[in-house]
């Protein structure tokens, strides 16, 4: 685990892929919780859910690499926790696709809730899925690269898996995803999903802009070397 950045209110950590932020059904391992509660203690009485989540305002995939914040004290983590609420903290992402988008810039906006037939995953739509709520992820094209598209990716909510469960209702799902893009998104070069949290942005306290880098980790970053090369 990297730390980005440590003050007394919150830490920006750069995670690694592999590493669940916190314990749940079928996790196994060390999560970012028992790395925080042992380099930083304090987080222990810190969040709605200390004893599952102390200091964790939000969190990322499994196997999504990236920036994220946690707070280190319960009025930062209220003020952090109602940043996100009001959608006042920009996330941004780079993703790498199969296929390739038909508008090189757009808003998905399809509700996401959880599939009748598969409650762990999540599905679009009217049918098919219970409890649907509305979900915005805005995307931009940066790069082809042969069968696959480089994406720049900016969810305006926080649903769970909603960048990959988005991405592929408009058939490009991020490569590397079994569980949305099933064998076809496979990158024979790359063991996880190609889907890294790049940067972190928010006012704290209010007027004052903070803005936090992860750089893009070693796996992702060969991926797509041996993708420019085969162009």
Not at 9 to 17: E, H, M, N, S
Not at 86 to 114: M, N, Q, S
Not at 138 to 155: A, F, I, N, Q
């Amino acid at each position: 685990m990297q730390v980005i950045h440590e003050d007394k209110d919150f830490l920006i950590l750069a995670k690694p892929a592999g590493i669940p932020v916190h314990r749940g059904v079928a996790v196994h391992g060390e999560t970012v919780v028992d790395w925080l509660t042992k380099k930083y203690p304090e987080v222990k009485s810190v969040g709605d859910d200390p004893k599952e989540r102390p200091g964790i305002v939000h969190r990322l995939d499994k196997d999504t690499s990236g920036v994220m914040v946690v707070a280190r004290n319960q009025k930062a983590f209220e003020a952090l926790k109602q940043l996100f609420k009001e959608r006042r903290v920009e996330k941004t992402y780079l993703a790498l696709v199969l296929g390739a988008p038909k508008k090189k810039h757009d808003v998905i906006t399809a509700p996401i809730g959880r599939l009748i037939r598969n409650p762990l995953k999540r599905g679009v739509g009217e049918r098919g899925i219970r409890g649907g709520r509305p979900a915005a992820t805005e995307y931009r094209l940066l790069e082809y690269l042969g069968r696959y598209s480089l994406l720049e990716v900016r969810p305006k909510t926080g649903r769970m898996h909603q960048i990959r469960v988005h991405l592929a209702s408009i058939g490009c799902p991020v490569a590397g995803d079994p569980a949305y893009g099933g064998t076809r998104a496979a990158l024979p070069r790359l063991n996880r999903q190609f889907l890294h949290a790049s940067s972190l942005a928010f006012s704290y306290p209010e007027g004052r802009r903070l803005r936090f880098e992860a750089a893009l980790p070693k796996d992702l970053s060969a991926v797509l070397r041996e993708l420019r090369k085969a162009k």
